[in-house]
């Protein structure tokens, strides 16, 4: 049966129907709206959980030298994150008897090659062996620091001390840098990898220069709270 409808009903029975479509397309927005933040949540998810990588640039201390592969510092800072399940990439480009010139040659390279989020640089202990002269330390740090940053990467900063022997003035000069250096930069720093470790004799191999295995979980406890920080560990 058809019903005929005047000009004042016909505006009425359209303006229902109006009505009705717009709710309808307001309950399929809200109806989309959980989807959305599921979405958009598992896109922050995944940007915070997204691997890094931490590049270490050290000398024989990060190298291993004298104990067995794997019982270093960076292969226990490795596995400890590993246990928190904190997805990061550890390429460790130490080298013994490397020095911060050395370290600056070699840095460009390595942050094209490998970018990454976080730098330690563990440099300066042979510069000091040897006598060199701390501005040209203190120099190459910077360089690299500064290289390091302008990529992207955060960097931190190893601190290491000269035997009393070297002279106080030498060895108070050479220590102020790293210390200098971080204050610039605002980047975390380790003020001495051997803190806790470097008056007892027995955790240093037979050159009383390069820890034992047995100092390395000591070693590593001083680098951590600067380092797990950057990479989301606790």
């Known amino acids: ?64 030298y004298g104990i067995a592969r794997g019982t270093g510092w960076v292969a226990l800072l490795e596995q400890r994150l590993q246990a928190q399940k904190i997805d990061t990439r550890i390429v460790n480009a130490s080298i013994s008897g490397e020095t911060t010139s050395g370290g600056r040659a070699r840095l460009p390279k390595l942050l094209e090659k490998n970018k990454p989020d976080v730098v330690v640089i563990e440099l300066g202990a042979n510069d000091g062996l040897r006598g060199l002269p701390v501005a ?62 470097a008056d007892q004799p027995k955790l240093f191999q037979a050159d009383r220069l390069h820890p034992t295995a047995e100092a390395h979980p000591a070693i590593l406890k001083n680098i951590w709270p600067q380092v797990a920080p950057l990479l989301g560990a606790r």
């Open 136 to 197: 040209a330390a203190e120099a190459n740090l910077r360089a690299m620091g500064e290289a390091a940053r302008q990529s992207g990467a955060k960097v931190v900063l190893v601190g290491m001390r000269m035997p009393p022997n070297y002279g106080r003035d030498y060895a108070e000069k050479f220590y102020g840098v790293y210390g200098k250096l971080a204050k610039e930069w605002k980047a975390p720093l380790v003020p001495f990898m051997f803190e806790g470790i």
């Open 1 to 64: 049966m058809e019903v005929a409808l005047g000009n004042s009903g016909m505006l009425i029975y359209l303006k229902k129907i109006r009505e009705q479509t717009m709710a309808a397309g307001r309950r399929r927005t809200l109806s989309l709206l959980p989807v959305a933040a599921l979405l958009m949540a598992a896109g922050m998810t995944n940007a915070y959980s997204a691997p890094k990588t931490l590049l270490v640039l050290g000398d024989s201390l990060s190298a291993e």
